[in-house]
């Protein structure tokens, strides 16, 4: 075992609360997603080169900086593509994969963006609480346990208690509009009096998402990182961790919860997992499908459709125009509204289905 010292913690670390100062090892013969990784960053990036760090402000990734992240996976339509590796010891080649402090071996990346930054392993952290200080001193011992973002997480739960409404935006992927909707709908439901609740349930692990939500008026937030999860790739099935979020922000007794679902509803985030469950359908008030043109609203009506869901509000940078609010509202029969130009309207169009006790779950 070795003592290191990082310069900057990524924010996907979070749920650990970790010290600058790890114990760490050489190897980590088997690793899994979360586990906690110490790296040296071995290059820079304009385009894609800030650390999220655990109290959410970013900073720049220098050269030879020593990171704390987390290893994990992403499938990013427009951002990058990696995975964990096979195995992970001193010396490795690895890649930033997120601004979180997500890594892995990168596939590929967006063509508007640079090459993944680069970092080489220099351990696996651990917990040196198990140990006795004589044993700290000399830094030899047994090989200890691997530290994993799982170790202290919300339990997966496959029953959902009974609920605030709930309303769910989800879109056609990412950079559809669904944060600017999710947060404008936070704001109008806390000028409005209502205590507000936000859960992020898909993507990879960030706290931007999550802070914005608090910074229009939710008082409570939780996301699948609050589940150990840096992120929700490979997830065979999602909903337990949605469930366990929403028993979760719940316990706080809000009005209303605002869930955003990261990426698109067709993707690899298993955000249709969560869409197929049917606990998690009867209680959601209110749809929101965010899309970028007419072709999206087209293809999320029918994939919704196919899962049983309908459409309350098309919103997104779809009808960033009024042309674009109007057509959808003309030729498809949906309410829509734009959360930039008027999220108040937006906010008033669901107004019928939120903050009413009838709505709210009774098992």
Do not use: W
């Not at 110490?38 to 970013?58: K, Q």
């Not at 293809?299 to 674009?324: F, H, P, R, Y």
């Amino acid at each position: 075992m070795m003592i290191l010292e990082a310069d900057k913690i990524g924010s996907a670390t979070s749920p650990l609360k970790l010290a600058k100062t790890v114990a760490a090892v050489s190897e980590n013969d088997s690793p899994k997603a979360g586990d906690v990784v110490i790296v040296r960053a071995l290059s820079e990036s304009v385009t894609y080169g800030n650390l999220e760090l655990p109290n959410g402000r970013l900073a720049k990734i220098n050269r030879n900086d020593v990171i704390i992240g987390v290893l994990g996976k992403r499938r990013a339509l427009k951002g990058f593509v990696g995975d964990v590796p096979e195995t992970v010891k001193k010396g490795d080649r690895l890649h930033l994969l997120n601004m979180g402090g997500v890594i892995g071996v990168c596939k590929g990346h967006h063509s508007s963006l640079s090459d993944a930054i680069e970092v080489e392993v220099l351990g696996a952290a651990v917990s040196d609480s198990e140990f006795s200080e004589e044993e700290k001193s000399n830094l030899k011992t047994q090989k200890p346990s691997i530290l994993n973002i799982a170790d202290k997480a919300l339990q997966p739960t496959d029953f959902l208690k009974p609920s605030a409404p709930i309303v769910v935006v989800a879109g056609t992927c990412m950079n559809s509009g669904k944060t600017v909707a999710a947060t404008e709908i936070i704001k109008q439901a806390h000028l409005a009096g209502l205590k507000v609740c936000g859960a992020k349930m898909s993507g990879v692990a960030c706290l931007r998402d999550t802070l914005n939500m608090e910074d229009h008026g939710a008082f409570a937030t939780a996301s699948f990182l609050d589940c150990g999860l840096p992120s929700t790739v490979g997830v065979e099935n999602l909903a337990p961790v949605a469930k366990a979020i929403l028993n979760h922000l719940n316990t706080f007794e809000p009005d209303l919860i605002v869930v955003e679902l990261g990426d698109g509803i067709v993707g690899g985030y298993a955000v249709d997992s969560v869409l197929k469950d049917e606990e998690i359908k009867r209680a959601i008030s209110s749809f929101v499908f965010c899309a970028s043109d007419y072709v999206g609203v087209i293809g999320g009506i029918n994939v919704l459709k196919n899962l049983g869901i309908e459409i309350n509000v098309i919103a997104g940078s779809v009808t960033d125009s009024q042309m674009g609010e109007d057509f959808v509202q003309q030729e498809f029969g949906l309410n829509a509204g734009n959360a930039r130009r008027n999220g108040r309207r937006l906010f008033e169009i669901l107004g019928i289905n939120i903050g009413k006790p009838e709505y709210a779950l009774a098992y």
